[in-house]
């Protein structure tokens, strides 16, 4: 009896390996259980406190969002059957405004919401949360999405105080240790000095405000109209926001040798060298192939497998070096078979360091900037990553594509997608 149970949970694990395509010509090839994606956008990105979306709840950006999806890949909102939201900063997870968002912005109380947070992956972990779900056969449509208000909620109140308990073990009490501060550590622990994160975080504006002035973020993003109010004056007024309002003309290696470090005095990270905070939202419709041929939804892209690791908390910017080996081999192409990399640069140290690690052409990751330009709101940059892949693989005709990020308290995520 427990060999029959045995065989039947060994041969399961064997077929859910199986349904992940493996080796380059078969992540390729279309089948009709390939989870695909018909849509993907985002909001505009603007600066936390200062931008034209700081006075926007999230949820009100969720809204938004989930509007322009409905709208833009003209899917029947009642045939959406589970929406995953990661957001990181929300009291409660956001679990009550989320759900509240999805029924303002057309969805019927038939479709099911949930909030998650893993940290700076929660977009991605959604989308890949929705993907298994569909997989599985749980569901047959789904949304991943990510959102923050780091204008709102971005602060000490966001972590909770530790317990003794905690406090008392040594690698849990690491933890809560800043992000700045550790970066610091492990960029001198790694020997990243500042003219390399300088350089890179230079070369990130400079690529952003190229992609801006060519529109080649129009495509992507879904422009919003918002209550703002001036700092300057205080006068509250209704504005359009269609660009990401971080990107900077004219930042050199020299001019951000000149910003103060932010952690330390003999530091090298600063301002212009991490990641901006910001306030942004992103979603991404998800089906079967077969779902969207027979709905006649344009297909995009497809989502080929995703992986999830952990690393030390203080080393916690080693993340996607970490993650992107384990989901390569998990669908059998090497890194040369990537033809675009989407990592996100939560530091400059972190990013260039991972690059290097790991040998990849430095031409193909982030060809339009990161979010060292156009900023990270925390839980929507996984979900963001996904448009802005897609949109720069059909530009130049290219189909393989890998998003990653590092992740708060020592993680690292990453995910294969195929263009259309």
Known sequence: MLKGKDFTVTSHLASSEADIPRGRESILSKSPSDIVVTCALRTPFTRGGKGGLKDTAAADLLVHAFKSLISRSKIDPAAVEDIAVGSVLPPGGGATEFRAAALAAGFPESTAVKSLNRQCSSGLQACADIANAIRSGMIDIGIGAGVESMSSQYGPGAVTEFSELLDSHPEAKNCKVPMGVLSEKMAKDRNITRAVQDAFAASSYQKAFKAQQDGKFDE??????????DPKTEETKTVTVSKDDGIRPGVTAESLSKVRPAFAKDGSIHGGNASQISDGAAAVLMMKRETAERLGQTIIGKFVGSAVVGVKPLLMGIGPWKAIPVVLEKVGISKDEVDVWEINEAFASQCAWCMQELGLDERKVNPNGGAIAFGHPLGCTGARQVSTLFNELGRTGQKVGVTSMCVGTGMGMAAVWVKE
């Open 220 to 229: 992507e993003i879904s422009p919003i109209t918002v209550k703002f109010t």
